[in-house]
């Protein structure tokens, strides 16, 4: 059964202070490996899809890295604005299995 | 951009009603998706479809059914209400191979039924 872990399940952070969220999968049959941001009471927005180990994308004070394993989704200097539920999403042979988040907290 | 729209972001009903969820999207997406979406279970996926007139279950299908007439509309039916389908509902869409490509999200509805 295809799984993904996300870890950890809440982070509470001060501004600036830089961390990673990771995200664990079944390795067999991967065909992506996607991240989203879901803020309160809103659909989850996409972020990135990563293919293939070592593959890197970036956007503004994110970083989306994949190695065999995992994926980690890097957050540099962060601010309030942040704060959100980030997902990853395995695609699978017909199948998209989602992780349950981690839900990130930036304190001014 | 792509935007998928649900048509309500809150609606409650009653017990035993006939419940019609709508999603459209504007991307000429061939692949729809339905899932609701509970504290600690993450997203679950209820049924999906591949093109106008095919559907497919997903993992938890018992107690709904969908309608897809037409390519960038895609309904989601609950036949008869119960209280533990109270959730939030989520309506993507994605191109051509879904499992390599990312799916957009309409901002759900939130569904109370009562």
New interface residues.
Partial sequence: EDQVTQSPEALRLQEGESSSLNCSYTVSGL??L?W?RQDP??????LF?L?SAGEEKEKERLKATLTKKESFLHITAPKPEDSATY?C?R??????T????TKLQVIP | DVKVTQSSRYLVKRTGEKVFLECVQDMDHENMFWYRQDPGLGLRLIYFSYDVKMKEKGDIPEGYSVSREKKERFSLILESASTNQTSMYLCASSFEEYSNQPQHFGDGTRLSIL
């Avoid at chain 1, 695609?91 to 998209?96: I, L």
């Avoid at chain 1, 989602?98 to 988040?101: S, V």
């Fill in positions: 065909r992506g996607f989203y009471g809103k659909g989850p927005e996409f899809t293919y997902l999403a695609g699978g042979y017909q199948k998209v989602f992780g349950t988040g």
